[in-house]
């Protein structure tokens, strides 16, 4: 007789489930790549996945259905930056929960509607991050406004919070978020200049 | 300005609610959403500490890339790891082979060192299971240790042919419950499989599984409904993961079994794409895709070919082989009449003659050869001359010439020429005269009648009656049924029966249809009949997904159609669907691929008034100026495609949709203004659907306006302006529907109370006995009475407000008809419908001495309606008729008159003109029942339409053996002056259980 042990919810996750098919040659080289890529890209989507969501819980299963998803289809055969492509993908994956979650959109006030519309200044492009090192960051940081820069670096590379950076240079918080927001067009721009504009394939 | 807390939000500066705030911002903030992409982009390069540039489409990364993906498909022992670590959250893992390292890759470090998971899979044993080489079902399942490829051994008449799988393989299943519905199911176990399905969470494994099963149940008597649930299944499934192989795979089978040949091969071929040149099942599934095209464009081809000699023929050619006439007699039947009728030469007529014998045409023939070659030769040189074109216009010219020379054979085959002609009086009164030449000759003027009534006149239940004496030859199962006119009738008649409510005989109807024009090869007729199956099945009640079941058979039109309209169609129709059931992630997905085709390559077509709806519908849900400017631009797009051509109706129709989608984003004054402006121009306009959906969803837009703003009297008054209704001071709940629902409720104390709720995606309607939230209900305390102003599928139905309450739906604005009278009273009993309607009689109905009493053959529509004009009480005792399961409006069905008809429809009844303003009883099954639409309308609003005062009608069956003594006993409290619903009221406290249907009699006024 088959006895059932497990005690399973509505809300427990998706399986994993490996598809099992015809061997292909160079499982080993094969499997060392993905691992590589996966423990490559874990990190660094995991704390981008810790800013998006409401709770570490949430985080790690963001980053799992991703990592999930990449190992269950496969990267794309002409991706360029897969850790790139994994971000992206775990960007859909998040406005999807986004959308599931977002019980009364219609909820925002009149003047977050007006925002829609009278905010006219449009974003800067993106550039193609996919082409685009530490080193080139850091070195188109050094063509913006200093006092845009200072900011960026304490917060991008230090880690520092809106308001340790306030204190260390002694300006307002809303200020430090103004020019983060102004050192992050200007990076753009000149990014832009020097690698084009971004493309879908990461 | 919340696009300006993009950056505090990815930087971790907002508080929780307001990072909540903006979560839910981005779900519907296209800009916020690319902006978020780059932040994650830099973010990846700003954290890698990667400080050498990537190779660029460096060959060997892609190569590892695929590879890995394909490492971790390995075969190898097939094993099963049961899943302590996913204990939690992972009920069930399982690795293959090779892969468990790479998988342990994948899932361990999510929970990195001190995570209080459970250790790796890989401690517990690894369980082989014993497959056969060759599989013996036709389907997968999820469980990887059940979803090696196998060839298929599948043996033909049966879906399963058993595994044998030991206890001791099984036991170790244990705790992978989707291994254990597929082991189970493998070896023939399908019940315990079904049992233990129905345990597993609502996810993809489980749904393709369920899927799985059904596909796997063998009853023929039920493979249809079987492969329709196999499909919304698989297709749930795909929801949630969209790319999971194995519900591919099953929808795939669902799409072959239904015959929906090209849907399963795009399905097919998507899965078999995935990788290319990997073998297993991607392999087969790509042979499939190829072999479903192959074998559906030989059976076209056949048919064409068949066609084009038919056409030839009728043209002057060759006569057909006795083998083609065979292949599709009545096709070549109408081919040859044409062919006699448009020559005079006696050796044609004699080439023919063979096969006119095999036809049944000899005698047309001979009479074609008797006849007068100075009368005939003229005009059937002329029909030579014109049978290619088939101008209608010249075609209607031959006919008068013919018909003055007395041809008859001339002038019927015209009448098959002109048949893809909408036909007019002139042309029905063409039509009446072929039945005297003969039973099929009765076919093809059925044919044209009931189109004429169904898509030109919209009188359905007049088509089914013109279709009445074929529809039963059409539909029984006997040798030689017509292949040619007979799917026609029933396509247009299922379209018809749908209209009036019959959702799923029209279902059957058109189920027929569709096996008749597959089993003659008419690849091109059946694909029409796909797009009305695909249409009904939109409309049925189904425990699942009925979008989905709706969608594969207009994915399957749209493919063998092949044209931009069709494509563009499918996919708006399916957005509708898709939204009418709130699901907007479907709905904008769809809408989004038809807008891709529409931009691109089916740039020429004009017009696509469902998706500017949807469109609105979205952005009405998720107000986003993006959203606002695309629906400008596309319904600027409409007005210059079709400049002054442009009927009044669609250019208010288009100031509409722009003005609702300012209102949308900014509901000040001045919008308002101009939403008000455009709903006041349609109450005056004329037309069909424009004004009715400007009013519909306008005076809604408004309700849901005032109620947001917490303008409770203000949701009542917009509601009471779309009904056309006076409102009064009493107690009143309000419901007004659109893709949201108001509910309003003004109680005993006077004040009122609003609130906007959410229809749960996938569902269609609130349940109406949640309509209340309990505060609404508690509002209602004291209240002697209380009107019901509800629009859309809420008006009319059962158990808004609970039996206890004495409550009314309001439909017609208030008349001043004084106290209520009973001093002529008619009672319509023993009506005799048409006994192959198969209905039992019913009881009598008695009212008493003063009573007229209608009954009998008498009791024809136009003969109640007659007898009812000055009534002051009116008592119909019959047979209401609608799909039982089916939100629709219901009709009653009588003795048929001379002309055999016997529907008395909301139609009609709202002609009439009731000069008494009579209490009217509805003492039939359904009579209550409400269509789901822009605007309801029933049998019941159609009586106080005509001028009723009240009308009482049951909303769902009623039990013959206490419908009369609980309706004769309403109406003996009516006449001791109570009023409708207080009559009703009293009846239900009075009966106890003994009517418990009585809770579902619902009083109209």
Known sequence: MIAVFLTLTRDACQPVRWMVEPADTGVRRARESLEATLADAGPVLTRIAERLCANAADASDLVQDTLERATRNGLPPDVRNPVGWLATSMHNLFIDRCRAAARRPNHESLADRHADITQLEPDPPEPAWWRITIDDVHEALAEIDASYREVYVLHTFEHRSYEEIAQQLSIQRVTVGTRLNRARKKLREVLVKRFGLEQKDA | ?1005
């Not at chain 2, 971790?72 to 302590?84: D, H």
């Not at chain 2, 204990?87 to 468990?100: D, E, Q």
């Not at chain 2, 009931?450 to 074929?470: I, P």
């Not at chain 2, 002309?899 to 009439?912: C, E, I, N, P």
Request: proline content about 6%.
């Open chain 2, 1 to 1005: 300005m919340r696009c300006d807390d993009l950056d505090p939000f990815f930087d971790g500066e907002l508080a929780d609610d307001a990072a909540a705030a903006f979560r839910d911002h981005l779900a519907g903030c296209e800009r916020c959403q690319r902006a978020l992409r780059g932040r994650m982009l830099e973010a990846v390069v700003v954290s890698a500490g990667r400080r050498h540039r990537p190779r660029i489409a460096d060959a060997g990364d892609t190569r590892d890339a695929a590879a890995a993906v394909d490492a971790a498909k390995a075969p190898g022992a097939i094993a099963l790891q049961p899943g302590r670590r996913a204990a939690a959250r992972r009920p069930w893992l399982v690795a293959a082979g090779a892969a468990i390292a790479a998988a342990a890759i994948a899932i361990l470090w999510l929970r990195g060192p001190g995570s209080s998971a459970p250790a790796a899979a890989t401690e517990a044993p690894a369980v082989a299971l014993q497959l056969a080489p060759r599989r013996g079902v036709d389907v997968r399942f999820a469980a990887p240790a059940l979803d090696t490829y196998r060839p298929r051994n599948v043996v033909r008449g049966a879906a399963l042919v058993p595994e044998k799988l030991s206890l001791k393989e099984l036991a170790a299943l244990e705790q992978d419950l989707h291994a254990v519905v597929g082991a189970l199911a493998l070896t023939g176990n399908l019940a315990s499989a079904g049992e233990q399905a129905a345990l597993l969470p609502r996810d993809a494994a489980s749904l393709s599984d369920r899927a799985a099963l059904a596909l796997l149940d063998e009853n023929p008597q039920k493979a249809q409904a079987n492969a329709e649930r196999a499909l919304a299944l698989a297709v749930e499934a795909r929801r949630l993961d969209r790319g999971f192989a194995p519900a591919m795979w099953n929808e795939a089978v669902a799409l072959e079994r239904l015959e929906l040949p090209l849907a399963a091969a795009e399905v097919f071929e998507a899965l078999g794409a995935r990788e290319p040149g990997a073998g297993g099942w991607f392999a087969e599934a790509a042979e499939r895709a190829a072999d479903l095209r192959r074998k559906y464009r030989g059976a076209l081809e056949r048919y064409k070919q068949l066609q084009a000699a038919a056409d030839r023929m009728a043209a002057g050619g060759a006569p057909l082989s006795p083998e083609q006439a065979a292949a599709a007699p009545s096709m070549a039947r109408s081919a040859l009449h044409v062919a006699i009728a448009a020559t005079a030469d006696p050796a044609r007529l004699a080439a023919l003659a063979p096969l006119a014998d095999a036809l049944g045409v000899a005698p047309e023939l001979a009479q074609a050869r008797g006849a007068d070659p100075a009368r005939r030769m003229p005009i059937a040189r002329e029909l030579a001359g014109a049978v290619e074109q088939r101008d209608p216009k010249t075609l209607r010219a031959i006919r008068a010439r013919a018909r003055a020379a007395g041809q008859g054979d001339i002038v019927r085959a015209i009448a098959l020429l002109l048949q893809d002609e909408v036909v007019d009086e002139d042309d029905l009164a063409e039509l009446a005269a072929l039945p005297a030449a003969g039973p099929w000759w009765r076919l093809v003027a059925v044919e044209r009648q009931v189109f004429y009534l169904t898509y030109r006149m919209q009188r359905y239940a007049d088509a089914d009656l013109a279709a009445r004496d074929v529809a039963g030859g059409c539909t029984a199962a006997l040798p030689g049924r017509d292949t040619f006119w007979c799917p026609q009738i029933l396509r247009t008649l299922a379209a018809s029966n749908a209209e009036i409510g019959r959702v799923d005989h029209a279902y059957r109807l058109a189920g027929t249809a569709r096996q008749l024009a597959h089993d003659a090869g008419d690849r091109e007729e059946e694909g029409r009949i796909l797009d009305v199956i695909g249409q009904i099945a939109a409309e049925r009640v189904a425990e699942l997904d009925p979008g989905a079941i709706a969608d594969g058979y207009m994915r399957e039109f749209a493919l063998r159609a092949g044209s931009c309209a069709a494509r563009l169609y499918q996919l708006d129709f399916g957005a509708r669907a898709a939204f009418n059931h709130h699901r907007f992630g479907d709905a904008e997905r769809l809408l989004g691929e038809a807008d891709r085709l529409a931009d691109g390559e089916c740039k020429q077509e004009p017009g696509r008034y469902n998706a500017e709806t949807i469109r609105l519908r979205l952005l009405v849900h998720r107000p986003t100026a993006q959203r606002a400017g695309e629906l400008a631009r596309r319904v600027r797009g409409i007005e210059e495609h079709w400049g002054k051509d442009l009927y009044p109706e669609n250019r208010l129709y288009n100031e509409f949709l722009l003005a609702r989608a300012r209102f949308a984003l900014d509901d000040g004054a001045p919008a308002l203004a101009a939403l008000s402006d455009v709903i006041a121009r349609a109450q005056v306009l004329s037309g069909e659907w424009a004004p009715r959906a400007i009013r519909a969803m306008g005076h809604a837009a408004l309700a849901e306006h005032a109620a947001r703003r917490g303008d409770a009297e203000g949701v009542l008054a917009a509601l009471a302006a779309r009904m056309g209704v006076q409102l009064d001071t009493g107690c009143t709940v309000g419901v007004s529907h659109d893709d949201r629902v108001t509910v309003v409720v003004r109680g005993a104390t006077g004040r009122a109370a609003a609130e906007v709720r959410e229809v749960p995606e996938g569902q269609r309607v609130l349940a109406a006995p949640e309509l209340l939230s309990r505060p609404m209900r508690e509002r209602l305390a004291g209240c002697a009475s209380i009107e019901v102003l509800a629009t859309g599928p809420y008006f009319g139905a059962a158990g808004l407000l609970g039996p206890d309450l004495r409550w009314t739906y309001r439909s017609s604005p208030r008349r001043a008809t004084g106290p209520l009278r009973f001093e002529r009273q008619v009672v319509v009993t023993d009506v005799e419908p048409p006994a192959e309607l198969g209905l039992p009689p019913l009881r009598r109905m008695q009212l008493g001495p003063g009573a007229r009493i209608l009954e009998g053959k008498a009791a024809t529509p136009a003969g109640v309606l007659d007898a009812i004009d000055d009534a002051e009480l009116v008592v119909i005792n019959a047979h209401g008729v609608t799909d039982a399961n089916e939100p629709a409006a219901a009709s009653l069905v009588l003795s048929p008159d001379a002309k055999g008809s016997y529907w008395l429809t909301a139609d009609r009844v709202k002609q009439a003109k009731l000069a008494g303003a009579p209490v009217v009883i509805l003492a039939a099954c359904d009579a209550g029942r409400v269509q789901v639409s822009a605007e309801p309308w029933s049998l019941a609003s159609s009586f106080l339409a005509a001028g009723a005062r009240a009308v009482i009608a049951p909303t769902t069956e009623i039990a013959d053996d206490t419908a009369n003594a609980v309706f004769e006993s309403i109406v003996q409290r009516m006449r001791a002056g109570k009023s409708p619903e207080q009559a009703v009221a009293e009846e239900r406290e009075a009966s106890g259980g003994r009517a418990p249907w009585l809770a579902n009699v619902v009083v109209f006024q």
